[in-house]
């Protein structure tokens, strides 16, 4: 949290950036057909190979603004829906061609993590503010709120509402609401489905119980095998696995990688790297490994790192991405990629080939 907000003092937000030999700029999205010099880039490696469409979310700034673009979900209509920092649309609603079908806000000046959950009748998302808010909220796809969770006073482990930072939520289910405290006190708070506290675990240590940054969280139920839960521990370059009642069960070590959160489609786990060198510079890639958690393509990386002694080694960054912030898988592979602190660069697709 701390390099964050150094990171977020170093100088004014550029508007566009010469990146992997072509121009990224924020502008108003042009026709593929009438812009020949639209260009694209080969990127990843084996049966996961991509090409980099920078310009595919491109709108135009006075219309939907952006700021940072943090995470993305798609519904079960296909729609790519993510969050934004600009007040005026924290949501931005795509379809799989990079046009805005609609937009909303739902006056979160930090709008951060956003989980899509099917309650049967109706798909909902929970939206996180870590550090205006500090709230996690329930709403609909069309933006209405139903539930607010703030911190958990009765947990006894906060002075302070501001302490609560939370990132990201994962829904079991049965309805409990999983939330990552990712840039307050790196703990896991558990609620039932109407947001009444249950139980905590974790917290910022060196154990293996514990987190540095729970940026991420996710249930994974791959190779139907009974649900666990995959979190992200980003500032100790680590995924580590939990029952859902809070038992450390492997640590996943990455030296070099400092990862957002997990995102599972089919038997793959998809994440974005948002910094492998630096944060006072545009960094990272994408990642996808196989059920087996081992690396099987790094879309923004020349190469594919070998593994020492278990150990993944340390990825090359080529220039491709600017912070990728998160991924969004469709139905046919491709990856959708919003950008935290990226110029306010709208999000890349990665079309899968």
């Known amino acids: 949290m701390q390099k964050r907000r150094e990171f977020l003092s170093k100088g004014a937000i550029i508007t566009s950036i010469a990146v992997g030999g072509g121009m990224v700029s924020c502008g108003t999205k042009t026709n593929e057909n009438a812009n020949k010099t639209l260009e ?19 709108q135009d700034p006075s219309k939907y603004p952006i700021h940072h673009c943090h995470e993305m979900v798609m519904d079960k209509s296909g729609r790519l829906i993510m969050t934004t920092t600009d007040v005026k649309n924290n949501i931005l609603i795509y379809n799989k061609d990079g046009a805005v079908l609609d937009s909303w806000t739902g006056d979160w000046p930090s709008a951060h993590g956003l989980t899509i959950h099917d309650e049967g009748d109706q798909e909902m998302l929970y939206v996180t503010d870590p550090e205006a808010k500090f709230e996690v909220c329930k709403t609909t796809l069309a933006g209405k709120k139903l539930l607010t969770i703030t911190y958990p006073k009765e947990a006894e482990i906060y002075e302070s509402e501001d302490q609560f930072r939370p990132t990201e939520t994962a829904i079991a289910e049965n309805g409990d609401i999983y ?9 896991i708070i558990v609620y039932d489905s109407n947001g009444k506290y249950k139980f905590h675990f974790g917290g910022k240590g ?29 500032s100790k370059n680590e995924f580590k696995r939990f029952t859902l009642s809070g038992e450390h069960l492997e640590t996943i070590k990455m030296p070099g990688y400092f990862m957002c959160r997990p995102v599972i489609r089919g038997d793959e786990l998809y994440f974005a790297i948002l910094a492998t060198e630096t944060w006072w510079a545009y960094d990272g890639m994408v990642a996808v490994m196989d059920k087996n958690n081992q690396l099987v393509s790094l879309p923004g990386s020349d190469h594919l790192p070998e593994y020492s002694n278990g150990i993944v080694n340390k990825p090359k960054y080529d220039g491709s991405f600017l912070n990728p912030h998160d991924v969004c898988v469709d139905n046919d592979g491709n990856i959708y990629v919003p950008q935290w602190y990226s110029g306010k660069t709208y999000p890349f697709r990665l079309e899968r080939v």
Not at 40 to 58: I, P
Not at 179 to 187: M, P
């Open 179 to 187: 939330v990552a405290d990712g840039y307050g006190k790196s703990y």
């Open 206 to 234: 060196d154990g293996d119980e514990h987190f540095d940054c729970p940026h991420g969280i996710i249930v994974d139920t791959r190779g139907g095998k009974a649900p666990e839960l995959l979190i992200t521990s980003r």
């Open 40 to 58: 694209y880039k080969k990127v990843g490696q084996g049966n996961f190979t991509y090409r980099l469409d920078r310009h595919w979310g491109d």
